[in-house]
């Protein structure tokens, strides 16, 4: 059975950092899409950071230059590194792999975690 667990969210103020991880399980992350999307109150989900299966990476303009996604295939891992975190950084952050979707879209995505809060606020 195909699982994806995030741990790392947490509440942090404007400027720290997180990690957030997403470990998978009955499947290998190698040879998926993988991504982190995102979603705060009233707002619709967002995709944050995407690895393409074929190896195109993205990012939402918002965290370009803030935030790291990478995968540690040898744990069967996700990884998103956030740094100077701000305000509207603050939602649920889930990780999301899919066999065939490129492109850094939720509804393209098959397979979710649970989701992880992260709070950003003084």
């Known amino acids: 059975q195909m699982q994806l667990v995030e741990s790392g969210g947490g509440k942090v103020q404007p400027g720290e950092s997180l990690r957030l991880s997403c470990a998978a399980s009955?499947?290998?992350?190698?040879?998926?899409?993988v991504g982190w999307f995102r979603q705060a109150p009233g707002k619709e989900r967002e995709g944050v950071s995407c690895i393409g299966r074929h190896g195109t990476t993205y990012y939402s303009d918002s965290v370009k230059g803030r935030f790291t996604i990478s995968v540690n295939n040898a744990k069967n891992t996700l990884y998103l590194q956030m740094k100077f975190l701000k305000p509207e950084d603050t939602a649920v952050y889930y990780c999301?792999?899919?066999?065939?979707?490129?492109?850094?879209?939720?509804?393209?995505?098959?397979?979710w975690g649970q989701g992880t809060q992260v709070t950003v606020s003084s």
């Open positions: 999301a792999v899919d066999a065939l979707f490129e492109l850094c879209l939720s509804h393209g995505y098959d397979y």
């Open positions: 009955g499947f290998t992350l190698d040879g998926y899409s």
